[in-house]
């Protein structure tokens, strides 16, 4: 079965500095999906970026981008010019097949 | 406006009862999804569906039910089996169904959630 384990329960930055998130996972599969989820005080699930393992190229979305290690089974995030709406819960998560896992998440809190 | 739409937000129950949470999307997504979410965990599945008529079970699925008659909607029911039944549970859907590793546009959209309380 596949596992996602987000090791860093709170984190905190200060606003414009970089902050990196964690996030390993177990497969013996080859293709699947990662994505980094970002929940808010609202609740609303949103998408952050999205990794295919089939790619080598890390995923970038304008401040975001991704550290993917295929052979460490690693995922990381990094928020670059950290604003205060990034303050939420931050979740790593892996498919395969229609099997969708979450990380336990965590929550970064972004301080002027 | 395309999106997933849950009602209601907040819902009540006592204890002993059924009751049936909504799902909606109009984004023609083939694939739904029903997830709990308890303090400091992340998202748990209940039950997903790939077409009309099918579903699976995820982790937890004891206690609940679901149902997909139309590609639209698929409304999860808590039942009286269900022995913790408070938490948030978010549901959500995917423009093709999983199973396809090649495929572009496998990430999950979500609905704002529905928070439910056991009396």
């Known amino acids: 079965a596949q596992t996602v384990t987000q090791s860093q329960p709170e984190m905190s930055v200060q606003e414009a500095e970089t902050v990196t998130l964690s996030c390993t996972y177990d497969t013996s599969e080859n293709n699947y999906y990662l994505f980094w989820y970002k929940q808010p005080p609202s609740r609303q699930m949103i998408l952050v970026i999205r990794q295919e393992a089939y790619k080598q190229q890390n995923a970038t979305e304008n401040r975001f981008s991704v550290n993917f290690q295929k052979a460490a089974k690693s995922f990381s995030l990094k928020i670059s010019d950290s604003q205060l709406g990034d303050t939420a819960m931050y979740f790593c998560?892996?498919?395969?097949?229609?099997?969708?896992?979450f990380g336990a998440g965590t929550r970064l809190t972004v301080k002027p | 406006d395309g999106g997933i739409t849950q009602s209601p937000k907040y819902l009540f129950r006592k204890e002993g009862q059924n009751v049936t949470l909504s799902c909606e999307q109009n984004?023609?997504?083939?694939?739904m999804y029903w997830y709990r979410q308890d303090p400091g965990q992340g998202l748990r599945l209940i039950y997903y569906?790939?077409?009309?008529?099918?579903?699976q079970k995820g982790d937890i699925a004891e206690g609940y039910s679901v149902s997909r008659e139309k590609k639209e909607s698929f409304p999860l029911t808590v039942t009286s089996a269900q022995k913790n039944p408070t938490a948030f549970y978010l549901c959500?859907?995917?423009?093709?169904?999983?199973?396809?590793?090649?495929?572009?546009?496998?990430?999950?959209?979500f609905g704002p959630g529905t928070r439910l309380t056991v009396l």
């Open positions: 959500a859907s995917s423009i093709e169904p999983p199973g396809n590793p090649y495929g572009t546009y496998n990430e999950q959209f």
């Open positions: 984004l023609n997504h083939d694939a």
């Open positions: 569906s790939q077409i009309v008529n099918d579903f």
């Open positions: 998560a892996f498919i395969l097949s229609g099997d969708m896992r």
